[in-house]
Nanobody, 124 residues
Framework: QVQLVESGGGLVQAGGSLRLSCAAS????????MGWFRQAPGKEREFVAA????????YYADSVKGRFTISRDNAKNTVYLQMNSLKPEDTAVYFC?????????????????WGQGTQVTVSS
């Protein structure tokens, strides 16, 4: 089992920045690819970013490319999502997830464990 706890969400004005953290406990964190997803009210969950266990592969949704940066610190069992130039359309609950295998990390079905989510609200 892997437990994931997100933090760092909040209310920010458009153009501002936030850094989300996802702390993992349980089995060896460094063996998992990690992803961030988000879900806005009334919308389906969507892929945001993913990073391989060694950080040699990183993927972003087109909507966040150039604004968001995913990173990980395996020594701290933590994955981060630095979000810059935030827009009102970035408002959503953000979830981190862990995948033990597979490579289609833009798909939620690839992930074995999910956190509870953290709310990000961007005001215009």
């Amino acid at each position: 089992q892997v437990q994931l706890v997100e933090s760092g969400g909040g209310l920010v004005q458009a153009g501002g920045s936030l850094r989300l953290s996802c702390a993992a406990s349980g089995r060896t964190f460094s063996r998992y690819a990690m992803g961030w997803f988000r879900q806005a009210p009334g919308k389906e969950r969507e892929f945001v970013a993913a990073i391989s266990w060694s950080a040699d592969r990183i993927y972003y949704a087109d909507s966040v490319k150039g604004r968001f940066t995913i990173s990980r610190d395996n020594a701290k069992n933590t994955v981060y999502l630095q979000m810059n130039s935030l827009k009102p359309e970035d408002t959503a609950v953000y979830f981190c997830a862990a995948a033990s295998r597979g490579s289609n990390w833009y798909r939620g079905s690839e992930y074995d464990y999910w956190g509870q989510g953290t709310q990000v609200t961007v005001s215009s």
